[in-house]
């Protein structure tokens, strides 16, 4: 069972979002009841059920707190590196690293809840029941943003290549985060599944040669 922190500093709302996270990461929706939401944060059912209504209600209460911060944080990075680039505009490599390296903004290695975030990020992204309406709805928006500047980046890409490649990387973040474990055992060891700062480091490069691969004018 998962338990809430000790900090006892902490509201009892936010006991609630960061053990129902921690939940919902590790059995998914259908394993997760509001009881063990409230046993997990030392409160009463009938809190938990005045703060978020439903099981769905605070489930879309974990996915909205952590992604207002997150896209705020690429927005501003995008902003930054567009603002950097002068009136040429950022490169595909800029673009790519403003959105992914906010990931590692807020304290990842140290913060759990973000670990425990991306995993439950990883498991909408990947389900048909949730990824089409959950995904658009919390992030969505902001993509748009960085689609618009992988655009002006790419004046000669095909709109069909252009959205393909940013579903290449939605599908390797997904896998990225899911923290599966099979690549520490396919390296031997070599590689570990959290080690989030050297995945970003591969990434941006992997993902900007796609790109331009699939998006430049031959």
């Not at 490599?93 to 290695?109: F, Q, S």
């Amino acid at each position: 069972m998962v338990k809430a922190k000790e900090n006892k500093k902490v509201k009892r709302k936010d006991r609630i979002l960061d053990v129902a996270e921690a939940l919902f990461a590790k059995h998914g929706f259908d394993g997760v009841s509001m009881r063990m939401v409230a046993e997990g944060a030392e409160v009463d059912l009938a809190l938990a059920s005045y703060h978020f209504g439903s099981k769905r209600g605070l489930f879309d209460a974990i996915l909205l707190r952590r992604a207002e911060v997150l896209n705020q944080t690429r927005l501003e990075a995008l902003e930054k590196c567009k603002a950097e680039a002068g009136p040429a505009g950022p490169t595909v490599e800029a673009i790519i690293d403003a959105y992914l390296k906010p990931m590692l903004a807020h304290g990842y290695e140290e913060d759990e809840g973000w670990r425990h975030y991306f995993e439950l990020v990883a498991q909408v992204n990947n389900s048909p029941e949730w990824g089409g309406q959950l995904m658009t709805k919390y992030f969505d928006p902001l993509v748009r943003k960085f689609m618009e500047a992988l655009k002006k980046a790419l004046p000669d890409a095909e709109p069909e290549s252009l959205y393909w490649c940013y579903h290449f990387l939605s599908g390797a973040l997904t896998l990225t985060f899911a923290h599966t474990g099979r690549i520490d055992q396919l390296s031997d060891g070599a590689v570990k599944s959290e080690d989030m700062v050297g995945a970003y480091k591969r990434m941006v490069p992997f993902i900007t040669a796609g790109f331009l691969e699939l998006c430049s004018k031959k």
